[in-house]
């Protein structure tokens, strides 16, 4: 969370910095604070739309297979370095937490946590792109490509992220998935060998 507050605080400081030269000193923090607060109530608005309607999203739809070559090129982007600076607010708003593996055993688990990757993913692609939708919150005016328009590329960007986290964490949850069910179908053949035998 300390990143995303960070970047947001940052960028809405050099923003209302560089347009207090073209307006009034008062209304360039006071429409960069306007914008901010709008982003974060459009992106909260369309993770919300997806969440009310999860149980259409199917995590095996082509679009959510992850393969091992995008999960090289997030590690190359960096991905390590960055996915646990992000914050995890499933726990308070979806009662889910997806900052660790609580059941690592429990193949249903697994693929609530898998499915919730894939909500989670679509939430994030909904709410950066209805970030733009701050444009229309403010008058048609040079204020749109100076405030408004940077508001929602930082939106978008803190919304990639999460995104990039996701698909990333779903190939190992995938490939942990099919080693627990191997393991315990194992144990179920062992389990039914041993009544057999005895």
Partial sequence: MKLYVLVIVIAASILALINAFFMPWWLSPALVTYSVIGCIALHGAGAGIIYSMRRFIKPT??????????TRFWEFFGVRKFKDLLPDLGGKFVGFEKARLANPKDTEYIKKYIHE?????????????LGFAVLLLLPMHYYWLIIALPCAVVNLFLAILPIIT?????YK????????????LREERKKTEEEVSG
């Fill in 61 to 70: 739809s082509w679009y959510f297979k992850v393969s091992k070559r995008e």
């Fill in 117 to 129: 990757t894939c909500v989670g993913e679509i939430g994030h692609i909904l709410g950066g792109i």
């Fill in 166 to 170: 996701m698909r990333y964490n779903r």
């Fill in 173 to 184: 949850l995938l490939s942990l998935l099919k080693i627990v069910e191997i393991q315990n």
